[in-house]
């Protein structure tokens, strides 16, 4: 598989969305969303539920913020 080259985490996280929310994608996409979802796993629940949310609440801000640390680190 081709290996994508992101412009910024956010945009790994709009592609990953899309690809998730799709109602059909090819095979190609699958696998590229299984590796992605593979990839997220790396985190904790609670960052990787940080990483959905809007909030402004100090606790969730400092999950997402080592959320974005770890995938950043993961995707180097």
Known sequence: MEQRTYSS???FLAHY???REAGSISIEERKLLASMEKMLNTLRP???LALDSDSTDPPVVRHRERALMRLERELR
């Open 9 to 11: 985490l956010r945009a």
């Open 17 to 19: 969305l899309a690809l």
């Open 46 to 48: 609670e960052e990787r």
